[in-house]
């Protein structure tokens, strides 16, 4: 069995990968983790019983703490902002209408639009998948209902990939303009919902 992979999706596996690999970079392993009943601990413990728990770096066990750079909650963020240019990209090169002599044209197989398309459907979806990961612990559907902007954020998102992703599987061949566009509208809608 053969696999061609095409330059879109290599670009797109390649993007994904160092924005993982970006997102725990900074983590250090390289330091144990303290047992559950050493002097440090006891110690913490001590200072969380006292008053001299006061924030400050003589009594913060955690003042040295780092705030990473890219999280993946940035990621997420950031494919999700990129599908939306991709999206917008993808509209404007698309091709002009048929005018005349309609039957006789078939729909380009290549070019600008179908590879912003492809390249659309994946982020979208990669945006849905880092979603999923970063903030599975935010989706809760029955406990908050539909009112919970977390809820609407992740319903109309995942719409809008599944949308987007069946606009790109029905090119060249049959009409994707009407799902592209509803599938991007709503991941638009999702991304205004959080911010």
């Not at 599938?183 to 999702?190: K, T």
């Amino acid at each position: 069995m053969k696999y061609v992979i095409d330059l879109t999706g290599f670009a797109a596996i390649l993007c994904l990968a160092m924005a993982s690999g970006m997102a725990f970079a900074d983590d250090d392993s390289s330091k144990p983790i303290p047992p559950t009943s050493t002097p440090y601990t006891q110690q913490v413990r001590k200072m969380v019983a006292s008053d001299d728990a006061l924030p400050n770096k003589a009594n913060n066990p955690n003042a040295n703490f780092k705030e990473p750079w890219l999280t993946g909650a940035d990621v997420h963020e950031y494919l999700g902002l990129a599908t939306l240019g991709s999206a917008l990209a993808t509209a404007l090169t698309a091709p002009g209408t048929c005018h005349s002599n309609c039957a006789n044209q078939s729909p380009p197989t290549t070019g600008t639009h179908q590879t912003l398309g492809r390249t659309t459907g994946v982020l979208a979806l990669a945006a849905v998948a880092t979603g999923l990961f970063f903030h599975w612990d935010d989706m809760h559907l029955l406990a908050d209902g539909l009112k919970d902007p977390d809820t609407q954020h992740w319903l109309l998102g995942g719409a809008g990939a599944l949308l987007l992703a069946d606009a790109v599987s029905r090119a060249p061949a049959k009409s994707h303009a009407a799902q592209a566009e509803a599938g991007a509208a709503l991941m638009l809608v999702a991304v205004k919902i959080t911010w």
